[in-house]
């Protein structure tokens, strides 16, 4: 029913992806780390949301609440004096701490409407946060859901900048580390195709940790894979199909994007249909098999 061969050489290439994907990630996530992108954005998204870009009145005092930001000592003034910005903020916390800086607990709706005018100066925040009051007749559970739900949709669209933010990384990183390691799909997938065996020596373990998988991808350009800087994957460069190679580095980069669950879960299917039968090359009347 299936060709083998196109399934050892979907393994070799989903293997090959699967670990570049897990180094790749790896690498985005230390970045990250190191550059507090993720309180960053948030940050920002919080300015963008409060409509205080200068940082100088609701989004600071939000910052300062022991609700939104509990590790810092809640005396900042500028951006600087953050010295352990959130990396999340829980909606229903967000909430609590609109409401208590709005000072809208235990008063009614037209109380908390003249709360919001006193505290609230910005036209848009203000219209929004008296049309809350007003949809819920001032029912202090119901303003909290309201302002926690709208939290989450302004957070959804910081997460969606975020992404595209790290993606972007993702492709960059990407590039850099398969030119370095001269990984083209192109070039390992001819290989693949003429020498189909070379695939079936993969420990094809969906499991396995990220330094186990650059082992393996190793051990591969030992076995054949034209993948390094060897003296003839160097000549194969500056050859004629030194193109292709580029463009295999591109498809490569690019299939690296997919994320490691990705290829985590496609190697697992290609594991499960190469393990249904023995291959054609397998079925040898010298093979003893059981039934």
């Known amino acids: ?64 609440h022991a609700l939104v930001n509990p590790r810092d000592d809640g005396n900042a003034v500028t951006e ?18 609109l409401i208590d800086l709005t000072n809208l607990a235990g008063k009614s709706p037209v109380a908390m409407k003249s709360a919001i005018d006193l505290k609230i100066k910005n036209r848009q925040l203000n219209n929004f946060l008296n049309g809350v009051i007003d949809q819920t007749s001032g029912d202090l559970g119901r303003v909290r859901d309201e302002l926690a739900a709208w939290f989450d949709n302004g957070m959804d669209r910081v997460s969606g900048a975020y992404k595209r933010k790290t993606q972007a990384w993702s492709l960059v990183i990407a590039l850099m580390m398969i030119a370095s390691l001269n990984v083209s799909a192109i070039d390992i997938g001819r290989v693949l195709w003429q020498q189909p065996t070379i695939s079936r020596t993969i420990a094809a373990n969906p499991n396995q940790t990220l330094a186990q998988a650059l082992k393996q991808l190793d051990e591969l350009g030992n076995a054949g894979i034209p993948i390094g800087w060897t003296e003839a994957n160097r000549a194969t460069f500056c050859s004629t199909r ?43 009347p010298d093979s003893g098999r059981t039934a």
């Not at 600087?80 to 701490?97: N, Q, S, W």
């Not at 490569?252 to 393990?275: K, Y």
């Open 1 to 64: 029913m299936f060709n083998s061969t196109i399934l050892d050489l979907a393994l070799g290439l989903v293997f090959i992806f699967l670990a570049l994907s897990l180094a790749v990630s790896a690498t985005v996530e230390a970045l990250a780390s190191i550059r507090n992108w993720r309180s960053r954005s948030l940050l920002q998204g919080m300015k963008d949301l409060l409509n205080d870009s200068e940082f100088a009145g609701l989004a600071r005092d939000m910052y300062n």
């Open 80 to 97: 600087r004096d953050l010295k352990t910005p959130p990396a999340y903020i829980d909606p229903k916390g967000f909430a609590y701490a």
């Open 242 to 284: 030194g193109i292709w190679t580029a463009l295999g580095w591109v498809v490569t980069a690019i299939a690296t994007l997919f994320g490691a669950p990705f290829w985590f879960d496609a190697l697992q299917r290609i594991v499960r249909l190469r393990s249904a039968g023995p291959s054609p090359s397998e079925k040898r």
